[in-house]
């Protein structure tokens, strides 16, 4: 896994020094040269996972995306478009996806079809709804510098909590 954490006080002076570029030199958009509208790039990534839930790390793909943006300076947007997903932003580390899993099961929602009025429609999947609701379905990530700009240990993953079938991500990058 990459680790950057030595590069986190680099990109504090980064955003200092932007700020101090900015100050004591005129903008080169105010001088009617060199600025660049609003960039903005859509990509969907499309999963269709073996188990009915699995936790999957996106955060290559969604870098390969800022990349192909040309974006230097903005957003990402990382957004599940299935109620029954999340996308969300914590550690890469096994134990901890295992843990997740445990406690949706345990502690959250149950995958107990009876327990749930949603179900009464024939569905199954009201664990998966509930699911979603707490883990939540979609990440903003700033760019800095053509670069996600995450903290040294986050990390960007898709939670599928009923697969089997093809899902997607809308990854949408912002910026100039
Ligand atoms: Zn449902």
Redesign the pocket.
Known sequence: MRSISGLAPERDCLVRDLHRHSALHTPHYALGEGREGMKSHTHYLWFNTKSRQEIIDVTEQVAQQVAESGVKEGLVLVSAMHI?ASVFVNDHESGLWADILKWLETTVAPWDPKRYR?NETG?D??AA?LRSLTIGHEVIVPITAGKLDLGPWQRVFYGEWDGQRKKRVIVKVLGE
């Open positions: 029954t949603h569905e999947n009201a709804h």
